[in-house]
């Protein structure tokens, strides 16, 4: 079976009459919900927050966001961002609460650097995988989407992304450019080894947890049932290939995420990470 981002844009796939039959299916209404509990779960959100919802459609995973009780953290308050008018005309007509914006999230995310608490995804992101035409790629895509994410995130922020990959190298391909943004990343696979298998990819914008914890996928999942942590990272010194913190190398790299955080930096040159000479 050819899956519609292979062959359609995503608003050309969802005209009104997609638009209009996908908002009106039970199976799909019930799978969004399910998918959007298990995102919430994972963003582990302790008091209202102001959510970008990324591929919102026609709101059917908003509607869960303002729902959420008092004491689950909510209600939560939320932007939703989509490239096909039809779908948002749809949620329009819904009458849901978030408001809503018309845009194409491989063009990158159009809002000011730190304005969201948090982000979710449901079954969107793959969509990136595709190039629009010979001017674009997927790696361009994927690219100026993660790195606006990131951006647009406070730090500390989590962004949940529930995603159906084609194969291995999809995944690898959506989880690499994540990462090369800035974020840390981890897979977290529901019903795995079936046809039902529901991929998150599980971001945070920043390194500190709290109470110590790990704030990257590790420390999220930490506790949770029916959760195995696979962990092959290398403990202690990364030994070949780490950056010595202070050389050239170690400043540029803090440039760069500076920029990706909307912070204005010096400009690189021979200068940079030269130390000086002591003066007597």
Not at 4 to 17: K, R
Not at 38 to 44: K, V
Not at 135 to 160: D, H, I, M, Q, W
Request: hydrophobic share 35%; with cysteine.
């Amino acid at each position: 079976m050819s899956r519609p981002e292979d062959t359609l844009l995503a608003d050309v796939h969802y005209d009104d009459v997609e638009a209009r039959k996908y908002t009106t299916s039970s199976r799909i209404q019930n799978i969004q919900a399910s998918m959007t509990r298990r995102a919430l779960e994972l963003l582990d959100l302790k008091s209202p927050s102001l959510i970008l919802d990324i591929g919102c459609g026609s709101g059917l995973s908003g509607e869960i966001l303002s729902d959420v009780p008092e004491d689950e953290g909510g209600p939560h308050v939320w932007i939703g961002m989509d490239i096909s008018p039809s779908m948002l005309d749809v949620a329009l007509q819904r009458d849901v609460e978030g408001d809503l914006f018309l845009a194409d999230m491989g063009q990158g995310v159009p809002f000011r650097a730190g304005t969201f608490d948090a982000a979710i995804s449901i079954s969107a992101i793959q969509w990136l995988c595709n190039a629009e035409n010979s001017e674009t790629s997927p790696a361009g895509r994927l690219s100026r989407f993660f790195n606006g994410l990131y951006a647009s995130l406070k730090r500390g922020g989590r962004a949940v992304c529930q995603f159906y990959p084609k194969n291995d190298t999809q995944k690898q391909m959506i989880t690499s450019a994540a990462v090369k943004a800035g974020f840390g990343a981890g897979l977290l696979e529901d019903d795995p080894e079936t046809k039902n298998v529901k991929v998150y990819l599980v971001l945070t914008a920043g390194s500190a947890g709290e109470g110590g914890k790990s704030s990257d996928i590790t420390g999220i999942v930490e506790g949770m049932e029916d959760v195995d942590v696979l962990d092959n990272r290398r403990k202690g010194k990364t030994g070949k290939g780490e950056i010595k913190k202070g050389s050239k190398a170690w400043i540029i790299k803090k440039k760069e995420q500076m920029e990706r955080k909307g912070k204005v930096v010096k400009s690189t040159s021979k200068y940079t990470g030269r130390k000086r000479r002591i003066q007597f």
